[in-house]
């Protein structure tokens, strides 16, 4: 049984992509008004100038659609900090079974980062990025991820793979997601950043 994110990280790359493969297709609602913490198994994924290796996803609702955002997080002697204040790379989530160029791929939750709407969404938010964040946003519009619930795992975690749009829709790493907190209506720019390091044990999940 899996039953945390050090569970699924700890496969490395070809133990994900098994589990994606016997995964099924999870609802958008499912993830919808989470944050997520996350692992990516790609060597590149660790030069990332917004977490390496770990991330950050929130899924939230808007009008009758999901979209999503990364959240900056940063890790130390285990212990994780995700920054709720300066959401970035944000995305729209859907069925694959929705999507002319990804339909015939396995059922998969789509996060498709070429339909973002960060721009309308910052506004709202009254949050302002950064220029490193904005040059991460425009870099990550080639990306969509197709995420999987995997079988024998407990609720709140998932397996994705990621690619970079083409005609061959090139792979670029797996990753876990694993449930971490309910997501606020919206980030606000002067809040302070929410702490994994408050739990009492590693692994423990904030809700």
Known sequence: MLNHLDDLSG????????LWERGVAPAAEELAGWVFRGWNTSNLAARSPV??????KAFFR?????HGCNFVVGTRHGEWE?????PFGFFAVYPTTESRAWGRHRAALLLDYGRGRGAEFLAAWGARPSVRLRVVERLARPLRDLIRRPPNAADGLYVGRAFVTS???LPVTCFALERWGRMTPEPVGSREPARAGDRKKKGERIT
């Open 11 to 18: 496969l490395g790359e070809a133990g994900l992509r098994d």
């Open 51 to 56: 977490g390496g290796r770990a991330f950050a």
């Open 62 to 66: 808007d009008a009758e659609a999901v």
């Open 82 to 86: 995700i920054d709720t204040r300066h």
């Open 167 to 169: 005609t061959l829709k």
